[in-house]
């Protein structure tokens, strides 16, 4: 069993800052590949940002320059740096994770999601 568990969510002003955390936890042996995703009200989900388990980055064009993937492997912990916000990244953020467990089967999880909202 593995679960991802995500924080950092909350109300702020445009051009402030965030940094959303999410922990996985459980039966790993390691995780690979992990993410945030999001999706606002009407809008499909949404990759925003990737990060491999070597540190390889990839990014949506709508967050580069301004978002920054970042992960501690010891902890089995994935962030995002949030800066520069703009009311139009308000949503619900998801973070996911490709994980290997104790008995070697490799895994999808999904965090439950936190909501970040950017005022105008």
């Known amino acids: 069993q593995v679960q991802l568990v995500e924080s950092g969510g909350v109300l702020v002003q445009s051009g402030g800052s965030l940094r959303l955390s999410c922990a996985a936890s459980?039966?790993?042996?390691?995780?690979?590949?992990m993410g945030w995703y999001r999706q606002a009200p009407g809008k499909q989900r949404e990759l925003v940002a990737g990060?491999?388990?070597?540190?390889?980055?990839n990014y949506a064009d709508s967050v580069k320059g301004r978002f920054t993937i970042s992960r501690d492997n010891a902890k089995n912990t994935v962030y995002l740096q949030m800066n520069s916000l703009k009311p139009e990244d308000t949503a619900v953020y998801y973070c996911?994770?490709?994980?290997?467990?104790?008995?070697?089967?490799?895994?999808?999880?999904w965090g439950q999601g936190t909501q970040v909202t950017v005022s105008s």
């Open positions: 990060i491999t388990s070597v540190g390889i980055t």
């Open positions: 996911n994770a490709v994980v290997t467990d104790l008995w070697a089967r490799k895994s999808l999880y």
């Open positions: 459980g039966s790993i042996f390691s995780s690979n590949t």
